[in-house]
Structures are given as C-alpha cells and as structure tokens.
C-alpha cells in the first residue's frame, strides 16, 4: 500500500525554520567559546552546546531537503572569528548557556503542542529532552563551583489559609500585601536575565563595528539597568535579597568575535524572550501596581525589539520566514 506523504503545516515550517537560524548562531557561538575556554568542566558542557546546536541543524536540513523546502542561510563561518580575542570569562559562557537553555526549553514547549507529523514531534520531543540534560548539567555546574544565586527563601505555611480581602489584589494605595512566592520567582528571574542581558550587550557594545548598532546597544543596557532597579526595589520593599551583577565576567577586547548581523540577532532573540518572560510575569502578578508596572515595561522592550527589527530590515540581515501567500499581489 502507497504510503501518503504529508504535508508539513504553517506551525511546522516556522518552528523547523527558527529552529535552524538560532542554532545556526549558536554553533558559531560555541565554536567561538571553545577555542579559548580553560576551565575543563565548563569546556565539557560548552561542547555538549556545541554538538547539540550541529544535531539539530543537521535534522531540519535533512527534512527540509526532504520537502524541498529552501534551507535558511542562518549563520555561517563567516558570521564569527574563533581567533578573535576572549571577550567573556569561562564563567560567563557557563551562564550563557544555563539562559539560552531556558529560553529553548519555552520554545520548544511552545512548539511542540503545534506540530502534527510524527518525524517533528519526534524531533522536537527530542529537543526538549537533551535540552533538558544540558540545563541540568549546567545548573549542577553552577551550583558545584558556588556561582549559582538560588532565589530567596520565605517561610514555609503552617496552615491553608485562603484569600479574604481585596487587599491582596490591591497595590496603589493604602497598606501592601506582602509579595506571593509566585511574585517573588518572576523578579528574580528577570533581574537575572536583565543582568545576563546587560553584560552581554557591554562585552557586545564594545566590538561592534557600525556606530548605530552600538548606539542601540548601550541604549539596551540602560533599559536593562532601569528594569532591575524596578525589580529589585520592590525584593527589598519585602526585605528580599536581589541577585547580584556579572559585568566583572567582560573582558576589555575591542576586536570582534561576531559580525554585527549575529549581535543583533542576538540581542533581537533575548530582547523578545525577555518579552515573553514580562507576560508570563504579568499574567501571574495580581497586586495591580505590580501589573501596571510590567505592562509600562512590557511596552518600553516591545519598542526596543521593534527598533531592533528595523535595523536588521535596514542592513538586509532578517531572512524572511515561511509565509502565507499574498492572494491580491498574484490576481
């Protein structure tokens, strides 16, 4: 019996093609780590890194060859100079990895619920899995060299209680409920990936070669700079400890590792994850001035990103992805 090709959807296409481009910069990235890495451990995850990126540029080629579909150009050789001198401490490739492995296990589990065809759940079930690994591996890194900041501790209930008064969706006036756990989690976690951001683009700041991409980067350390003294007013509001800054993990190198096309790329893909990290915080934050303080802040990145995607539309740097027909151009 002939057996049925099936098509792959809209969903499928996208999630394969952003698929290919970001681990095509990775592989660039990783590759760039390990020439001038020194700390064994940490080389060992980096090329864990390293080898998953290239699996997983190899699967969507070979399907995408299948379907003859186009292969994006994504990044290539030409995109990073291994040779170039180190622009982060071992250290901070290490918390490179544990963000990024953060931000692909939301994709990912994103992604998946939207794939159809066996071969990409497949593939895709496969990528959350060994991502997994690798966050784990990374976090027990962390935590075994004592670089990890767990988030703060608050004590544990003695009894149900359950919620009375308005107060606790309350917030411009009058007294304050404490922060919920919940809360607590979203402020430390974007005061971490706030900071991550803000070393990256200063070591970024630094080697980019066009004068408008550097403007735009010092202008995202500002506003990340901004967003944790926001965040992390209202941890020590609740006598909270906030976690603390990696800039010292920059080396003073001004030649480029990286073309400007793949810095901006990058900074475009942590720019919307911090998005996406502002709207689940928002979703899970009921004390209105906390709300409202993310939905000031929520608008402010979307700017930023918005103002990024121009500037990679200006360069020619932003490949199209799959799209629908336009039905009107064609009659």
């Excluded at 390990?34 to 080898?51: C, S």
């Excluded at 308005?166 to 411009?172: H, I, K, S, T």
């Excluded at 409920?177 to 900071?195: G, K, V």
């Excluded at 350390?221 to 400890?241: E, G, R, T, Y």
Aim: charged share 20%; glycine share 6%.
């Amino acid at each position: 019996m002939e057996k049925h090709h099936i098509r792959l959807t809209s969903s499928e296409l996208g999630g394969l093609w952003a698929n290919y481009i970001s681990d095509s910069m990775f592989s660039c990235i990783y590759k760039y780590y390990l020439v001038h890495v020194e700390d064994r451990a940490i080389k060992t995850v980096l090329e864990h890194a390293l080898d998953l990126a290239n699996q997983h540029i190899q699967v969507v080629s070979s399907i995408f060859e299948e379907e003859e579909h186009a292969v994006p150009l994504g990044f290539t050789n030409a995109d990073v100079n291994v040779q170039a001198p180190k622009l982060f401490s071992d250290e901070f490739c290490l918390f490179y990895t544990k963000h990024m492995t953060k931000g692909a296990l939301a994709i990912y589990s994103t992604l998946l619920p939207h794939t159809f065809r066996n071969d990409i759940r497949e593939h895709f079930m496969s990528c959350i899995s060994s991502t997994m690994e690798l966050f784990n591996e990374t976090t027990n890194l962390l935590l075994s060299k004592g670089l990890e900041v767990r988030s703060p501790y608050i004590p544990y209930l003695q009894k149900v209680d359950m919620v009375e008064k308005q107060r606790f969706l309350a917030g411009w006036f009058g007294e304050q409920r404490p922060l919920t756990a919940a809360e607590i989690t979203h402020f430390y976690s974007n005061i971490q990936t706030n900071f991550f951001g803000k070393a990256l683009l200063t070591g970024f700041s630094q080697v980019v070669e066009l004068e408008e991409i550097r403007e735009y980067l010092n202008r995202g350390k500002h506003i990340a700079q901004k967003h944790i003294d926001v965040f992390s007013n209202h941890l020590k509001q609740d006598d909270l400890p906030a976690p603390t800054t990696w800039d010292g993990d920059v080396y003073t190198t001004t030649d480029s590792p990286f073309s400007d096309k793949l810095i901006m790329y990058q900074v475009s893909m942590i720019a919307s994850s911090g998005i996406g990290n502002y709207g689940m915080a928002l979703s899970a934050s009921p004390r209105r001035d906390i709300g409202t303080e993310y939905s000031r802040l929520l608008a402010e990145s979307g700017l930023y990103a918005e103002d990024g995607a121009n500037l990679l539309i200006k360069h020619e740097w932003m490949e199209r992805p799959p799209h629908a027909v336009n039905r009107d151009k064609l009659t």
